[in-house]
């Protein structure tokens, strides 16, 4: 039996939020938000202010609006623009329009998209007194890419240590033949996806769900045969890997994943953050028989691939 991962998960188990906060971080830190001025306080008369542009690689963007006095029948609208190279901007989006209830308030418009320079623009019609800043937040510690090295590296043990997938993830399963029932790996069994045998010539054929087989996800190990009646298709086995069966699987969302098991990542993460160097005696006595014990809970004993 041979496995390979195809589709490798796109989440974790855990934020980096949330990571943060069990370690008692803080990340809120002033050294890490900055504020660059994209349209000066000033009064505007009817007409389109273009803003000065702003780098915003690396941060993360908020637009503060600050509005003073409104004109009678006056209007505002703000709306941010992106660009890619400092030159050509497009809309991305826009503040609800503002009228002179609106005056002397503050508005906050955020910017989630990918482009390296944004800046603001306002259309005003009649007279606006109006400035506009843009919050650049780094959003992250010099430790974030260590922290989150970290998270993937607690998931990759505990699945190792389990024998499970926690998050949903595609494997490829090869086989030398097909067999009367065959037990598919990792737990928490999500569906089939494929199933191929190639001959001894090479050629390939797919079956059809239902019709050549059929597959449970009941239990911890899913399950794959034939329907009752039929039997696997006869053929001269291609040398290598004659059979592969491609199946996704992983506990469907992250609220089911076993608390014992986000406990277990939480408490090898604080021991790996604390202890940067190999594990001393004290971590070895301690951290190993709590981790295992949480992750015993939910581990895998047995695996038989075909019967």
């Known amino acids: 039996m041979n496995l390979k991962l195809i589709t490798a998960p796109t989440s974790e188990p855990l934020t980096l939020t949330e990571v943060k906060n069990y370690l008692r971080l803080d990340t809120t830190s002033c050294d890490e938000i900055t504020t660059e001025q994209s349209i000066p306080s000033a009064t505007y ?3 389109t202010t273009n803003g000065t542009s702003v780098d915003i690689v690396e941060y993360v963007a908020t637009l503060t609006i600050n509005i003073g006095s409104v004109a009678s029948l ?3 609208n703000v709306k941010i623009q992106d660009s890619t190279d400092n030159v050509t901007f497009a809309d991305y989006s826009s503040l609800p329009q503002k009228v002179e209830a609106d005056a002397n308030k503050s508005f906050v418009l955020a910017y989630n998209g990918d482009k390296p320079y944004i800046r603001a623009v306002a259309v005003v019609v009649g007279t606006i007194q109006l400035s506009v800043d843009i919050l650049l937040d780094l959003g992250i510690t010099s430790e974030d890419d260590y922290l989150n090295a970290l998270i993937t590296t607690a998931r990759e043990y ?4 389990q024998k499970r997938k926690l998050i949903t993830q595609t494997w490829e399963m090869s086989l030398q033949r097909f067999y009367p029932v065959t037990e598919l790996p990792f737990g928490n069994l999500q569906e089939v996806d494929s199933v191929i045998y190639k001959n001894s010539t090479g050629a390939e054929t797919t079956l059809t769900e239902n019709v050549d087989y ?3 996800t009941r239990g911890i190990l899913g399950n794959i045969t034939t329907p009752f009646g039929k039997t696997w298709a006869s053929f001269t086995p291609y040398p290598l890997d004659p059979v592969v069966i491609q199946f996704t699987c992983g ?3 992250i609220e089911d994943i076993p608390k014992s098991t986000i406990q277990a990542m939480l408490l090898l993460i604080s021991a790996w953050y604390e202890q940067r160097m190999p594990i001393s ?4 006595s301690i951290v190993p028989f709590t981790v295992q014990a949480l992750l015993t ?3 895998i004993y047995t695996f038989r691939w075909c019967e």
């Open 251 to 253: 506990y469907a969302t």
């Open 74 to 76: 006056s209007t505002l």
């Open 45 to 47: 008369t009817t007409g």
């Open 297 to 299: 809970q939910n581990k």
């Open 158 to 161: 505990a699945e190792t240590f």
């Open 281 to 284: 005696d004290k971590l070895m």
């Open 214 to 216: 059929i597959y449970s």
